[in-house]
C-alpha cells in the first residue's frame, strides 16, 4: 500500500525527462511509482492502493524546489529569517543557507535553524568567520578570515555544509581588494567544494574575479546590474564570458538588489542558462523576489520555457552542489511541490521597477517534505532594521490583520457534532 497518491497532474520532472500526464504514489518518505495517467483515467489504481489520494487533476507537479540562495539564520543576524512560514505555501522543499553562518557560528546555525526547520536545510560556510552577523563588512578583518578554523568546522558538519560563500563587491572586502576571495577559493579548493562568489559594485569587478573561479563554483547575482563588466553594449563581456567558459554556475540570486531586466535577457541571448534562486531574506521576502516560484515566473517572463524555469530551480541547483533532491524518479525523497498553473499576462518588476509580463504564473497548493504534507505556519515580522517602503508596511500589516482574523469563533450549538455535555454529566 502506498502513503500517498497524486492522480492525473501534469508532472513535469526535467531530471527524468517527464513533462505528461501521470500519477505519482510515495511510500515510505520516497518516490515509489510514477506511471502515466491515460485519457480514460488509467493510470495507478487508487482503490484501497493508498491512504491518502489527492485528485491533481488540472494541476502542476514537480520536484521539490531547490533554493540554492537563502538566508534562514533568524534571530542571530541581519539577513535572517525563518523557512518554514515560506516553505509550506512556495513548494519550495530543500534550502541552502549562503553563508549567513562563518566558522564561529555555524553550530548554531544547524543546531538553532537548521534541524528544527520542516525543510531540509543545508550551508554554505562563510569565508569569514563572523559570517553574516551584520549588514555588511565580514570581510574588514582579515583575522576573521582563519581558513584552517574554517576548514576544521566544515569537516566536523560533514554533508551538511556543501561549499563556501564570499561576498565580493567594494562594501564588503573594504581596503582588501582581492585577498578575501583568494582565501575563499584556497578554502574550497581545499575541502573539494564549489564556491559561491556574490557579485556587486566594485571594485573588485568581474575580471578580477573570473580568474580565482574554476569549474563547478557558483557566480551569484548573475543578472545584476551592479557590476559594470557583467555586460556592457548589450552583450556578454570578455571577462564574463571567461568565466562562463571556465565552467562557472550562473545563479541568479535575485534578493533586493540583484536582478535586472535587461542583463538577463542579455545574458540568454548569449547562452547563459543560470541557476533560479531568490536569495530570500528578511528584506527581499517582502520584494521584489517575494519567494521561488515569483523568481521562476520572471526567468519565463525573460524568454526561458516553463521545462526550463523548472530545471532551473529543481535539478541544476541540486546537481551545483550535490544534493539528494530534485526529481521525481522512483527511488527519489519524496519532495513534491503541487501548483495551479495559470497561464495569461501577468506583470512582474525587476529590482528598479522595470516590467515585463510573464505568460505563467505559480501558485502553490501543497508542499510535501518526505511525501509529508507541511502544514499552515506563519511568519513573524520584519525586525526594526529592515527598511520597508510605505507599500510594504501596508501589506505586512494587512497579513497581520488577515491572520488574526482566520480564526473563527463558533457558538452556535448547530456547529458542532455532539451537543454540548451538562455541567453534571
Given at each position: 500500500m502506498w502513503d500517498l497518491l497524486l492522480r492525473g497532474g501534469r508532472v513535469l520532472d526535467p531530471a527524468s525527462g517527464l513533462d505528461a500526464l501521470a500519477d505519482v504514489a510515495v511510500r515510505a518518505g520516497r518516490v515509489a511509482e510514477v506511471r502515466p495517467h491515460g485519457p480514460d483515467g488509467t493510470g495507478l489504481d487508487p482503490e484501497g492502493a493508498a491512504t491518502d489520494v489527492v485528485d491533481a487533476g488540472g494541476r502542476l507537479i514537480t520536484p521539490g524546489l531547490v533554493d540554492m540562495h537563502t538566508h534562514i539564520w533568524h534571530g542571530a543576524t541581519y539577513w535572517g529569517m525563518d523557512p518554514d512560514p515560506t516553505a509550506w505555501r512556495t513548494g519550495v522543499t530543500t534550502w541552502v543557507d549562503a553563508g549567513s553562518a562563518g566558522a564561529y557560528s555555524m553550530d548554531g546555525l544547524r543546531r538553532f535553524a537548521a534541524e528544527p526547520a520542516r525543510v531540509r536545510v543545508h550551508a554554505l560556510i562563510n569565508v569569514s568567520a563572523v559570517g553574516l552577523v551584520a549588514e555588511t563588512g565580514e570581510h574588514h578583518a582579515l583575522d576573521n578570515l582563519d581558513i584552517d578554523a574554517a576548514a576544521a568546522v566544515a569537516a566536523r558538519h560533514g554533508d551538511f555544509v556543501r561549499g563556501v560563500k564570499a561576498r565580493i563587491d567594494a562594501r564588503t572586502v573594504g581596503a582588501h581588494g582581492l585577498e578575501p576571495l583568494r582565501r575563499a577559493s584556497e578554502l574550497a579548493?581545499?575541502?573539494?567544494?564549489?564556491?559561491?562568489?556574490?557579485?556587486?559594485?566594485?571594485?573588485?569587478?568581474?575580471?578580477?574575479?573570473?580568474?580565482?573561479?574554476?569549474e563547478g563554483d557558483i557566480l551569484t547575482h548573475c543578472a545584476s546590474g551592479?557590476?559594470?563588466?557583467?555586460?556592457?553594449?548589450?552583450?556578454?563581456?570578455?571577462?564574463?564570458?571567461?568565466?562562463?567558459d571556465a565552467g562557472a554556475v550562473f545563479d541568479l540570486g535575485h534578493g533586493s538588489g540583484a536582478l535586472a531586466f535587461d542583463v538577463l535577457e542579455t545574458e540568454l541571448a548569449a547562452g547563459v542558462r543560470p541557476t533560479a534562486s531568490s536569495d530570500l531574506h528578511a528584506r527581499s521576502t517582502h520584494g521584489p523576489a517575494f519567494d521561488l516560484p515569483t523568481v521562476m515566473a520572471k526567468l519565463v517572463a525573460a524568454g526561458t520555457s516553463l521545462p526550463e524555469a523548472v530545471a532551473a530551480a529543481t535539478v541544476r541547483p541540486a546537481r551545483a552542489l550535490s544534493l539528494d533532491a530534485g526529481t521525481l524518479a522512483p527511488g527519489a525523497?519524496?519532495?513534491?511541490?503541487?501548483?495551479?498553473?495559470?497561464?495569461?499576462?501577468?506583470?512582474?518588476v525587476?529590482?528598479?521597477?522595470?516590467?515585463?509580463?510573464?505568460?505563467?504564473?505559480?501558485?502553490?497548493?501543497?508542499?510535501?517534505?518526505?511525501?509529508?504534507?507541511?502544514p499552515p505556519c506563519s511568519a513573524e515580522s520584519p525586525p526594526p532594521w529592515i527598511p520597508l517602503s510605505e507599500a510594504q508596511r501596508s501589506a505586512e500589516d494587512e497579513r497581520v490583520r488577515r491572520t488574526r482574523s482566520a480564526v473563527r469563533r463558533l457558538e452556535r450549538p448547530e456547529d458542532f457534532d455532539e451537543p454540548f455535555p451538562r455541567a453534571d454529566a
Open positions: 579548493r581545499r575541502l573539494e567544494r564549489p564556491l559561491m562568489v556574490h557579485v556587486g559594485y566594485g571594485p573588485p569587478t568581474i575580471a578580477d574575479i573570473a580568474p580565482l573561479l574554476t551592479c557590476p559594470s563588466d557583467l555586460v556592457a553594449d548589450g552583450r556578454l563581456t570578455d571577462a564574463a564570458r571567461r568565466a562562463l525523497a519524496a519532495d513534491i511541490a503541487v501548483f495551479d498553473l495559470e497561464e495569461g499576462r501577468f506583470p512582474v525587476d529590482v528598479h521597477g522595470t516590467a515585463r509580463e510573464s505568460p505563467i504564473r505559480l501558485t502553490n497548493t501543497a508542499t510535501y517534505v518526505g511525501g509529508r504534507l507541511l
